[in-house]
């Protein structure tokens, strides 16, 4: 009976002993992982924020001019922001601005925020449009009224390459 109890331990050993190698294996690797996952840089970020000053005038002819029946995409808040996207972002010359992926952060009765990322994901466009209570008298209704743009904050992240 005692060879028998000898042997059963020689061979748990013998199955124990890769499964506790793999174990320290992992363990080790893990704790590599760790170390040089908190060792890297994060992304260095740079933010622009560029807030339009209105011209009241200017944008109440720019309503009467929609209102005669021209240029009605001014009256689609995501639409305003793309082509005031395309104004600013020298970078998007030869990009079709409609293909850029855009999320809709947020949209109330007279404010909406836009967000376009660049392809690359170098670039964030974060844009806010607004419909100002002031233009109602010359709109007529508040689906009538255009959206204006009110800022824009750009942020860039450095790439490593």
Same mark, same amino acid.
């Given at each position: 009976?005692?060879?028998?109890?000898?042997? /059963?331990?020689?061979?748990?050993?013998?199955? &124990?002993?890769?499964? &506790?190698?793999?174990?320290?294996?992992?363990? &080790?690797?893990?704790?590599?992982?760790?170390?040089?996952?908190?060792?890297?840089?994060?992304?260095?970020? $740079?933010?622009?924020?560029?807030?339009?000053?209105?011209?009241?005038?200017? /944008?109440?002819?720019?309503?009467?001019?929609?209102?005669?029946? $021209?240029?009605?995409?001014?009256?689609?808040?995501?639409?305003?922001?793309?082509?005031?996207?395309?104004?600013?972002?020298?970078?998007?010359?030869?990009?079709?601005?409609?293909?850029?992926?855009?999320?809709?952060?947020?949209?109330?009765?007279?404010?909406?925020?836009?967000?376009? $990322?660049?392809?690359?994901?170098?670039?964030?466009?974060?844009?806010?449009?607004?419909? $100002?209570?002031?233009?109602?008298?010359?709109?007529?209704?508040?689906?009538?009224?255009?959206?204006?743009?009110?800022?824009?904050?750009?942020?860039?992240?450095?790439?490593?390459?």
């Amino acid at each position: 009976m005692s060879s028998r109890i000898a042997e /059963a331990g020689v061979g748990s050993v013998r199955t &124990m002993l890769p499964v &506790m190698l793999r174990i320290a294996f992992s363990v &080790m690797l893990w704790t590599l992982g760790c170390g040089m996952k908190l060792a890297a840089e994060p992304a260095k970020e $740079h933010r622009k924020v560029y807030t339009f000053a209105v011209d009241r005038a200017q /944008a109440e002819n720019l309503q009467r001019w929609v209102n005669a029946g $021209h240029d009605s995409w001014c009256r689609d808040p995501q639409l305003a922001a793309t082509a005031t996207l395309r104004r600013i972002a020298e970078e998007l010359e030869g990009v079709e601005v409609a293909s850029l992926p855009v999320e809709q952060e947020q949209r109330q009765k007279t404010e909406a925020i836009y967000t376009f $990322h660049s392809l690359d994901g170098s670039r964030t466009y974060r844009m806010t449009v607004r419909r $100002h209570a002031w233009l109602l008298p010359t709109a007529g209704s508040l689906q009538r009224m255009i959206w204006v743009p009110e800022k824009v904050e750009i942020v860039t992240r450095e790439t490593l390459d």
